[in-house]
């Protein structure tokens, strides 16, 4: 159990405490609650530290009240039941998950100062300042980055050679290490040097021994290992045995299911939100129909009709072929990004519908008709198809998404080859967990105006 584990399981001992003293159960039930509750979420593991994400949390918070739950209908005596008990019950478990999810949440902000990590990342690549990012806005993880360490050309090492990216913490050299560890207090080390070999790793981590508490690196996957992969001990070698987030017919029906219900609350959305855009174009000017349609390549290739709204002038494509063949500079970002960043052929209302990506409600229909989903990749035009190269059959195993990896990692500032990783990514790891991560991101993003970022 880590320092900040042992503060928070204190609090939620104190608020189970309290919030079983005002339940109709008896004395007995409610110690016997409460010492349940602590043995339960220390046996999903809540209190080791190992989220570092919010979602991080929920999951293992989840595992841990499924579990609590059932040992809770298991203490019931029975010998005088009455169907009342079990919905007090029910009312309690509501109760404590909501006030357990604000501890969750705000314990983070309110001990920071207390129990965060002083983290000092070796390297000043992509990785690195991608790390960066994520540990910026991801308060949650509790890291607090103090400073990078630079390790190209320095004679310790024989072949690192990193790209310098653009970093907002002090970078130092590699022979100042052991003196920045001791002068920044850091705890904690990360590796972002996903190419580093096995003789200047094997270095970097003897030469911290003793030195931190924590070692963490970022290994080089090339999309081998994922979520799914499994490592396995075998007799004193690691194995890695991958595997794809492929759909079993159990969690396919839960999925369609999710799609229809979020199908039909989108048509009910979409009735007076038509009317608004029909309205708004008209006082601009605009009288063309407020519809898009257009090909997109669906779920094992096949080409399906995708409702939009216009977003566009009229003859939007022919336009862009004049543009491309006038402006070289517009031709090579289409062809790098498949798309234009200030593109002149959006009209002033697609710009607000756009920006709010109210643009993608029309979906919907197509989500309801099952040639989409409301989670997954996104649907790529034809055209594109050559351009997908190798990720084009892990693309098309899933069906498109309304929303998906790329919407809620980035958005308008991904390209076009990381949109497909992001893509990829989703079809090797998919899980009905990873869709509601995805789910409860895109309605933040939409609440919170924002384009991207991580929780």
């Known amino acids: 159990m880590t320092k900040f584990g042992l503060y928070k399981n204190i609090m939620e001992l104190l608020m189970t405490a309290i919030l079983v003293s005002v339940f109709p159960f008896t004395l007995g039930y409610k110690v016997k609650l409460v010492l349940l509750y602590v043995l339960m979420q220390n046996m999903a593991g809540r209190y080791r530290g190992r989220a570092l994400l919010i979602w991080d949390e929920l999951k293992l918070m989840t595992i841990g009240y499924i579990g609590y739950f059932l040992g809770s209908l298991l203490m019931i005596n029975y010998t005088n039941f009455y169907w009342e008990k079990i919905l007090w019950l029910l009312l309690f478990m509501v109760c404590h998950f909501l006030l357990n999810l ?128 499994k490592i396995d001990d075998f007799d004193g070698l690691l194995m890695i045995s991958t595997s794809e987030g492929t759909i079993r017919p159990v969690e396919r029906f839960f999925k369609r299911s999710i799609d229809i219900c979020a199908g039909l609350a989108g048509m009910i959305v979409l009735a007076p939100l038509s009317v608004y855009v029909y309205v708004l174009n008209r006082k601009q000017g605009d009288t063309d129909p407020i519809f898009f349609k257009q090909e997109r390549i669906g779920k094992d290739g096949k080409t399906f009709t995708i409702y939009k709204y216009r977003t566009m002038v009229p003859n939007a494509e022919k336009i862009l072929d004049q543009l491309m063949e006038q402006d070289p500079k517009i031709r090579q970002e289409y062809q790098e990004n498949k798309k234009l960043k200030d593109d002149p052929r959006v009209t002033k209302a697609g710009a607000f519908l756009r920006k709010t990506s109210l643009d993608e409600f029309p979906q919907f229909i197509n989500v309801l008709k099952g040639e989409m989903s409301l989670i997954g990749p996104r649907p790529y035009l034809p055209r594109e198809k050559v351009d997908m190269g190798s990720y084009y059959d892990d693309v098309v195993a899933s069906k498109p998404g309304i929303t998906g990896m790329w919407q809620t990692h980035g958005r308008s500032d991904v390209d076009f080859e990381h949109r497909l990783e992001l893509d990829e990514y989703y079809y090797r790891n998919w899980s009905i967990w990873l869709d509601l991560t995805l789910l409860v991101r895109t309605i933040k993003q939409v609440l919170s105006k924002e384009e991207h970022g991580a929780m």
Do not use: M
């Open 102 to 229: 604000i501890i969750a949440r705000f314990s983070h902000l309110l001990l920071w100062n207390k129990v965060h990590k002083n983290v000092l990342i070796i390297g000043v690549g992509e990785s690195a300042s991608r790390l960066e990012d994520v540990c910026k806005v991801n308060r949650f993880s509790l890291h607090k980055i103090k400073a990078f360490i630079d390790c190209n050309n320095d004679p310790y090492f024989k072949n690192i050679h990193q790209t310098p990216a653009e970093l907002h913490h002090p970078v130092y050299p590699a022979k100042d290490l052991e003196k920045v560890i001791e002068q920044e207090n850091i705890d904690t080390v990360l590796i972002a040097i996903p190419e580093i070999g096995r003789t200047d790793l094997t270095r970097l981590t003897t030469r911290l021994d003793d030195l931190v508490d924590t070692v963490k690196y970022i290994p080089v996957s090339e999309g081998i290992i994922n979520f799914n992969t």
